[in-house]
């Protein structure tokens, strides 16, 4: 049992980190989300491993511990994201910094189930129904979340407005 929860840390910290830190926007906050989430896993790691699917049993700890977080701390006032922001030119290590950090400040004014739903298809590269199982959701509200979500970043970031081509089958950018 232990070992197997090992091996599971070893695959998959580095992409729950990942996660995390675009849930949190922030760097700290992201390593206590993530130690957190493995930490509960590990308490349940029996229950865990009898799964179907260990990584999305341990994703929805992840994501209820960032609504519980999100929702210990909304009164605190956010830091205002600057307006407009010119995007990177390709090769511009400092300006991709600049924009992945513009990026993080944009999720965090969305809502979290909405900004939740963005980091799981985008960040995870899940599926409607994964994320509807992930979330309890229907997949027609992960859909609306979604296009919701994007709108709003989009409306952050005017260069991107322009329509794009689809990522995925079911037509969402």
């Known amino acids: ?11 998959r910290s580095a992409a729950l980190f ?23 896993a590990c308490r349940k790691w029996r ?19 960032a609504n519980d977080r ?3 701390f909304r009164r605190l006032t956010t830091t205002p994201h600057p307006e407009g922001g010119d995007l990177a030119a390709p090769g511009d290590e400092y300006g991709q910094v600049d924009s992945r950090d513009q990026l993080v400040r944009a999720l965090q004014q969305l809502p979290m189930r909405m900004r939740t739903v963005v980091v799981l298809r ?13 979330l309890g959701i229907s997949p027609s509200t992960v859909r609306s979340q979604l296009a919701r979500g994007i709108e709003k970043l ?13 990522r995925h089958p079911e037509g969402v950018r």
């Open 70 to 72: 999100w929702r210990r």
């Open 47 to 65: 229950t865990i491993a009898a799964k179907d699917a260990p990584d999305a049993y341990v994703r929805r700890i992840m994501v209820n511990l």
């Open 1 to 11: 049992m232990e070992t197997d929860f090992q091996e599971f840390v070893t695959a």
């Open 154 to 166: 989009r409306g952050q970031f005017p260069a991107l407005s322009a329509p794009s081509p689809s």
């Open 18 to 40: 990942r996660g995390a830190l675009v849930l949190t926007g922030n760097r700290e906050a992201a390593e206590d989300l993530a130690q957190e989430t493995l930490e509960k």
């Open 122 to 134: 985008y960040f995870h590269d899940l599926s409607d129904a994964e994320i509807s199982a992930d």
